[in-house]
């Protein structure tokens, strides 16, 4: 019998799959059983309280997404991820529960702090192993995090033609919709970079 990880929580509903209307189930590239994976990202978008666009991909196709990207945007997004861990070095230097850590993270801006409340257009992001979401806060790693629409055109601006190009492919490719759904795509950088 495997003892529960005290940096993991059973995957709470903002991270369920609105067509599912529960976990994700399947990797949306390769279509790899989730819970068979090594692990897992998870990504929604919302506006407003309503998810727009979500999927869930394997660590493998992730990384292999990660990969066609160009090194410039990759170092870009990171040093730009970076500085907003350290500037909240106090914050994450608390001694907090695992479910603290996860409250905070999906409520507030891993950027500017902004409360995901006062959003209108917000992006959601964690890592799961199995049917538990990772809950992780540290200098070089945060799971889940939030980020509010205005970071996420910040961040926009950081991103390749490359790397654009190659998360418009990923998009093609994994969705489909009726006309006009682009509209509610999330626009800029994808977080999952």
């Known amino acids: 019998m495997n003892e529960p990880n005290p940096n993991r929580l059973p995957i709470p509903k903002l991270f ?4 599912l209307e529960g976990p994700f189930e399947n990797c949306i590239d390769c ?4 819970r068979e994976a090594d692990h897992y990202l998870i990504q929604r978008s919302f506006v407003g309280t309503e998810p727009v666009f979500e999927f869930a991909i394997c660590k493998s196709c992730h990384e292999a997404l990660g990969g ?21 070095m106090l914050e994450l230097q608390q001694d907090v529960t695992t479910e603290q850590i996860l409250e905070k993270s ?5 950027v500017c702090s902004k409360s995901r409340s006062e959003c209108h257009r917000y992006g959601l992001v964690g890592i799961s192993m199995g049917s ?4 992780e806060m540290s200098l070089f ?3 889940p995090l939030m980020i509010c629409h205005d970071c996420e055109l910040q961040m926009s601006e950081l991103v390749s033609k490359k790397t654009r190009d190659t ?10 919709g009726p006309p ?9 950088a994808p977080m999952l970079i």
């Open 16 to 19: 369920w799959s609105e067509y």
């Open 31 to 34: 279509g790899c059983a989730l």
């Open 68 to 88: 066609q990207c160009s090194e410039e945007t990759s170092q870009a997004v990171t040093s730009f991820m970076m500085s907003a861990l350290s500037d909240r």
């Open 106 to 110: 999906v409520n507030e801006c891993i």
């Open 132 to 135: 538990e979401l990772v809950v």
């Open 141 to 143: 790693a945060r799971s």
């Open 167 to 176: 998360w418009d492919r990923f998009v093609e490719e994994n969705f489909d």
């Open 180 to 188: 006009g759904v682009g509209l509610d795509l999330p626009h800029g």
